[in-house]
């Protein structure tokens, strides 16, 4: 029997309340195969599962699903119980699935969530093109530049349910749900950084163009295949995706001497011209194609890789990637950032005298947090892992500020 790996990551609210001994308990159909306790950042050691082989990932086949599914049911003191329904779990894949647990409601014994099948797997809705879901005609707004979003705002329907959710998410943990909502963990990685970044020029298009803001609608792009790209709220999502997102989130492909991003559409299969076939993707990344190689296969020749900036709130400005016996004002800078971050993940050691020395004790810190959040061990801090510490350092500080203001 194949073994694919489970880590599960609970939170009280917001990832700045990582949730310690919390009791996370993995169903199958059979009943309790497998028990873990969270850890003071909120983590549960890797579960090992049995799970289909990998060889049902790797070609297009409709008789045998490619990943096995479990049911978590997550516990913790004064937190609702909550059960997440249909993770996926790979062959040789560690898959990532975050919890957000909620105050008890008295009307509430349990929530319950579902995890909707891969879009490779599952029925879903063909996309509607751009002509036909312009009905009203309007021209979108045009932004003056590409920029990365700290969040944006999913809607979970067609545009028009207006009774629907809408989801405020960060903008990189966005492009993991979806990549990991639409194709699989075990193709090529060439293959996934090409299908990655269609996914991220097709988000960063909606965003330039104001596309549903420019017809009066309050959010940035839908879940709905019909419309968009496919998101799954709290949806499983696999590391070599997460790692792939974590180095290119600020990459996107455009045409030639267009400005925009380009609305990079794709299908599981198609000979359609203008549109990415991801089956066809993984068949070339299978013959050694480089991602810009398959991007161009499908999207023309003049397509380019380009690079956006951020407009996440940093506590101070990336540079360059801090490594150990750096000795500058942005290593003091990123020692204070990571101790102030420990009030909430007391697993992070303390660097104890911050002086602007990269030492040991910096980067024991830097491994635990990258650690924590998933990101590559390096004990290096890359733009990656620094704008990872951003965002956590704002959640942290927004958390902080709410509870004493």
Same mark, same amino acid.
């Given at each position: 029997m194949a073994k694919g790996y489970l880590e599960v990551n609970v939170y009280s609210g917001t990832i700045a309340n990582p949730v310690k001994g919390a009791t996370v308990t993995v169903l199958s159909g059979e009943g309790e195969v497998a028990r873990e306790i969270t850890d003071e950042n909120g983590k549960t050691a890797l579960i090992t599962l049995d799970t289909v082989d990998k060889s049902?990932?790797?070609?297009?086949?409709?008789?045998?699903?490619?990943?096995?599914?479990?049911?978590?049911?997550?516990?913790?003191?004064?937190?609702?119980? /909550?059960?997440?329904?249909?993770?996926?779990?790979?062959?040789?894949?560690?898959?990532?699935?975050?919890?957000?647990? /909620?105050?008890?409601?008295?009307?509430?014994?349990?929530?319950?969530?579902?995890?909707?099948?891969?879009?490779?797997?599952?029925?879903?809705?063909?996309?509607i093109s751009q002509d036909e879901n312009n009905e009203e005609g309007i021209e979108p707004y045009v932004l003056s530049q590409v920029l990365i979003p700290a969040n944006i705002v999913v809607h979970d329907g067609v545009p028009s349910n207006l009774i629907a959710a809408n989801y405020t998410v960060p903008f990189v943990d966005y492009i993991k749900n979806v990549a990991s909502s639409e194709i699989y963990s075990t193709w090529p990685v060439e293959t996934i950084k090409a299908n990655v970044l269609a996914i991220i020029s097709f988000t960063l298009n909606r965003i330039y163009t104001e596309w549903y803001r420019s017809k009066g609608y309050n959010f940035t792009i839908t879940s709905t295949t019909s419309y968009d790209q496919k998101y799954t709220k709290n949806g499983?999502?696999?590391?070599?995706?997460?790692?792939?997102?974590?180095?290119?989130?600020?990459?996107?492909? %455009?045409?030639?001497? %267009?400005?925009?991003?380009?609305? !990079?559409?794709?299908?599981?299969?198609?000979?359609?011209?203008?549109?990415?076939?991801?089956?066809?993707?993984?068949?070339?990344?299978? %013959?050694?194609?480089? !991602?810009?190689?398959?991007?161009?296969?499908?999207?023309?020749?003049?397509?380019?890789?380009?690079? !956006?900036?951020? /407009?996440?709130?940093?506590?101070?400005?990336?540079?360059? /990637?801090?490594?150990?016996?750096?000795?500058?004002?942005?290593?003091y800078v990123l020692q204070n950032t990571l101790n102030y971050i420990r009030g909430s993940y007391p697993g992070i050691p303390v660097i104890e005298n911050p002086s602007g020395l990269f030492d040991d004790d910096t980067f024991n810190a830097v491994r635990k947090f990258q650690q924590v959040f998933s990101l590559a061990q390096t004990g290096e801090v890359n733009y990656q892992t620094w704008y990872r510490i951003s965002y956590i350092f704002a959640a942290v500080y927004d958390m902080t500020n709410s509870i004493y203001t």
């Open positions: 049902y990932s790797e070609k297009q086949q409709n008789e045998v699903r490619p990943y096995t599914t479990y049911d978590i049911v997550v516990e913790s003191l004064g937190l609702t119980p /909550t059960k997440i329904e249909g993770v996926q779990i790979f062959d040789g894949v560690t898959s990532i699935q975050n919890v957000h647990l /909620t105050s008890i409601d008295e009307n509430s014994n349990e929530d319950v969530e579902e995890i909707s099948p891969n879009t490779l797997w599952g029925e879903y809705p063909p996309y499983t999502i696999f590391k070599p995706i997460s790692d792939i997102v974590d180095e290119i989130f600020t990459n996107y492909i %455009r045409s030639g001497f %267009r400005v925009e991003p380009l609305l !990079a559409h794709y299908k599981s299969e198609t000979s359609e011209p203008g549109y990415l076939s991801q089956w066809g993707s993984k068949e070339l990344g299978d %013959r050694g194609y480089k !991602a810009l190689e398959i991007l161009r296969t499908y999207y023309g020749n003049s397509i380019n890789i380009y690079e !956006a900036e951020t /407009t996440q709130k940093e506590p101070y400005s990336f540079t360059t /990637t801090l490594k150990k016996g750096d000795c500058n004002n942005d290593v």
